[in-house]
Protein backbone atom coordinates (compact mmCIF):
# COMPACT_ATOMS: atom_id res chain seq x y z
CA UNK A 1 0.00 0.00 0.00
CA UNK A 2 2.74 2.36 0.79
CA UNK A 3 4.14 1.70 -2.51
CA UNK A 4 1.24 2.59 -4.51
CA UNK A 5 0.59 5.71 -2.39
CA UNK A 6 3.61 7.37 -1.59
CA UNK A 7 5.94 5.84 -4.59
CA UNK A 8 3.67 6.96 -7.18
CA UNK A 9 3.37 10.35 -6.05
CA UNK A 10 6.83 10.84 -5.81
CA UNK A 11 6.80 9.78 -9.58
CA UNK A 12 10.69 8.01 -9.44
CA UNK A 13 10.62 4.79 -10.64
CA UNK A 14 13.75 3.44 -9.82
CA UNK A 15 13.42 4.56 -6.20
CA UNK A 16 10.38 2.19 -6.22
CA UNK A 17 12.17 -0.70 -7.53
CA UNK A 18 14.89 -0.26 -5.10
CA UNK A 19 12.02 -0.28 -2.32
CA UNK A 20 10.05 -3.12 -4.00
CA UNK A 21 14.00 -5.12 -4.27
CA UNK A 22 14.37 -4.47 -0.49
CA UNK A 23 11.14 -5.84 0.52
CA UNK A 24 11.33 -8.61 -1.67
CA UNK A 25 14.52 -9.72 -0.12
CA UNK A 26 13.43 -9.18 3.41
CA UNK A 27 10.73 -11.76 2.08
CA UNK A 28 12.92 -14.26 0.90
CA UNK A 29 15.65 -14.11 4.08
CA UNK A 30 12.56 -14.31 5.70
CA UNK A 31 11.06 -17.57 4.10
CA UNK A 32 7.71 -15.27 3.77
CA UNK A 33 6.06 -15.85 0.42
CA UNK A 34 6.24 -12.60 -1.80
CA UNK A 35 2.81 -11.58 -3.28
CA UNK A 36 3.88 -8.17 -4.57
CA UNK A 37 5.12 -8.89 -8.11
CA UNK A 38 2.32 -8.28 -10.55
CA UNK A 39 0.28 -5.43 -9.51
CA UNK A 40 3.48 -3.70 -7.88
CA UNK A 41 5.00 -3.97 -11.15
CA UNK A 42 2.23 -2.00 -12.57
CA UNK A 43 2.16 0.33 -10.45
CA UNK A 44 5.78 1.32 -11.21
CA UNK A 45 5.12 1.31 -14.83
CA UNK A 46 1.97 3.41 -14.58
CA UNK A 47 3.98 5.70 -12.20
CA UNK A 48 6.37 6.52 -14.71
CA UNK A 49 3.50 8.59 -16.44
CA UNK A 50 2.54 10.55 -13.49
CA UNK A 51 6.42 11.61 -12.61
CA UNK A 52 7.44 14.94 -12.51
CA UNK A 53 10.01 16.42 -15.03
CA UNK A 54 11.84 17.23 -12.01
CA UNK A 55 12.29 13.77 -10.81
CA UNK A 56 14.86 12.57 -13.37
CA UNK A 57 18.08 13.83 -13.95
CA UNK A 58 20.63 13.54 -17.01
CA UNK A 59 23.41 11.84 -16.40
CA UNK A 60 26.34 13.72 -14.81
CA UNK A 61 30.00 13.52 -15.93
CA UNK A 62 31.30 10.41 -13.75
CA UNK A 63 33.53 11.64 -10.47
CA UNK A 64 37.45 11.62 -10.96
CA UNK A 65 40.43 11.75 -9.24
CA UNK A 66 40.31 15.27 -8.86
CA UNK A 67 37.13 15.37 -7.43
CA UNK A 68 38.74 13.08 -4.39
CA UNK A 69 41.34 15.28 -4.52
CA UNK A 70 39.25 18.40 -4.14
CA UNK A 71 37.15 16.77 -1.31
CA UNK A 72 40.10 15.80 0.70
CA UNK A 73 41.41 18.87 0.67
CA UNK A 74 38.45 20.46 1.77
CA UNK A 75 37.61 18.10 5.03
CA UNK A 76 38.95 18.49 7.95
CA UNK A 77 40.67 14.41 8.62
CA UNK A 78 41.38 14.77 11.89
CA UNK A 79 37.61 15.48 12.62
CA UNK A 80 35.53 12.03 12.67
CA UNK A 81 32.74 12.92 10.67
CA UNK A 82 34.88 14.71 7.49
CA UNK A 83 37.00 11.36 8.07
CA UNK A 84 34.08 9.16 7.21
CA UNK A 85 32.68 11.00 4.54
CA UNK A 86 35.96 10.89 2.96
CA UNK A 87 36.60 7.44 3.55
CA UNK A 88 33.11 6.22 2.32
CA UNK A 89 33.48 8.89 -1.27
CA UNK A 90 36.40 6.92 -1.80
CA UNK A 91 35.31 3.38 -1.28
CA UNK A 92 32.70 4.11 -3.05
CA UNK A 93 34.42 5.55 -6.03
CA UNK A 94 37.17 2.66 -6.70
CA UNK A 95 34.35 0.25 -5.97
CA UNK A 96 32.50 1.56 -8.76
CA UNK A 97 35.57 1.25 -11.25
CA UNK A 98 35.87 -1.90 -10.41
CA UNK A 99 32.56 -2.72 -10.46
CA UNK A 100 32.28 -1.67 -14.09
CA UNK A 101 35.25 -4.14 -14.58
CA UNK A 102 33.87 -7.05 -13.91
CA UNK A 103 30.32 -6.92 -14.44
CA UNK A 104 29.14 -8.52 -17.68
CA UNK A 105 26.90 -6.48 -19.79
CA UNK A 106 26.52 -8.83 -23.17
CA UNK A 107 27.65 -12.50 -23.47
CA UNK A 108 30.66 -13.54 -21.98
CA UNK A 109 34.02 -13.45 -23.02
CA UNK A 110 36.59 -14.88 -21.50
CA UNK A 111 39.54 -12.74 -22.93
CA UNK A 112 37.98 -9.42 -21.52
CA UNK A 113 35.53 -10.69 -17.99
CA UNK A 114 37.21 -12.41 -14.80
CA UNK A 115 35.40 -16.22 -14.37
CA UNK A 116 35.73 -18.07 -11.55
CA UNK A 117 38.67 -20.19 -13.00
CA UNK A 118 40.73 -16.60 -13.04
CA UNK A 119 43.76 -16.41 -11.18
CA UNK A 120 43.42 -15.55 -7.57
CA UNK A 121 45.31 -14.91 -4.30
CA UNK A 122 44.47 -14.21 -0.52
CA UNK A 123 46.70 -13.10 2.13
CA UNK A 124 47.41 -10.50 4.98
CA UNK A 125 49.28 -7.45 4.72
CA UNK A 126 52.59 -6.73 6.81
CA UNK A 127 49.96 -4.17 8.54
CA UNK A 128 47.55 -7.35 8.88
CA UNK A 129 45.06 -6.70 6.59
CA UNK A 130 43.40 -9.56 5.27
CA UNK A 131 42.92 -8.99 1.31
CA UNK A 132 41.99 -10.85 -1.90
CA UNK A 133 42.25 -10.39 -5.20
CA UNK A 134 41.79 -11.59 -8.90
CA UNK A 135 43.08 -11.09 -12.23
CA UNK A 136 40.75 -9.53 -14.87
CA UNK A 137 41.91 -10.06 -18.09
CA UNK A 138 40.87 -7.02 -19.56
CA UNK A 139 40.45 -3.58 -18.00
CA UNK A 140 39.58 0.31 -19.30
CA UNK A 141 43.31 1.44 -18.10
CA UNK A 142 44.77 -2.09 -18.42
CA UNK A 143 43.68 -3.97 -21.77
CA UNK A 144 46.13 -6.72 -21.14
CA UNK A 145 44.81 -7.27 -17.72
CA UNK A 146 45.48 -6.02 -13.90
CA UNK A 147 45.23 -7.38 -10.48
CA UNK A 148 41.84 -6.33 -9.05
CA UNK A 149 42.18 -6.33 -4.77
Do not use: Y
Not at 56 to 79: E, G, V
Amino acid sequence: MFIMTRGASAGISSTMRSWLLGLQLWHVVNDATWHGSSHLKRTVQGSKSLAPLSSSRPKRAPMTIAHLLTLRNNLDLNNTFDAAVFGMATIAFWCQCHLTEVCVDASFDPHIHASRSSQQTSGTTSLGISFHSFWAPSTKISPKGEEIR
